[in-house]
């Protein structure tokens, strides 16, 4: 899950930053405007990705390491 969120937050990320360099709207091009119900599941999407993300700077990296290396 902690992959996926955090594809989705660069996806994101990607797309403030042709927003803001070129005030072009990836997201909202490919699925057909900011309004469009597929454009509106993705910005929300990302944003709840954001969101979980956060958990990420509080997590123990010595405890998710041991976790990651126990497994077979």
């Given at each position: 899950m902690d992959k996926f969120a955090?594809?989705?937050?660069i996806v994101?990320?990607?797309n403030w930053l042709?927003?803001?360099l070129f005030q072009f709207?990836?997201?909202a091009a490919i699925f057909g405007g900011?309004?469009?119900l597929l454009s509106r599941v993705v910005?929300?999407?990302?944003?709840v990705a954001?969101?979980?993300t956060i958990s990420l700077l509080f997590r123990d990296r010595d405890k998710v390491a041991t976790k990651?290396?126990?497994?077979?």
């Open positions: 955090l594809v989705l937050v994101g990320a990607l042709l927003v803001g709207d990836l997201v900011q309004d469009a910005y929300t999407l990302v944003g954001g969101i979980w990651d290396n126990n497994r077979v």
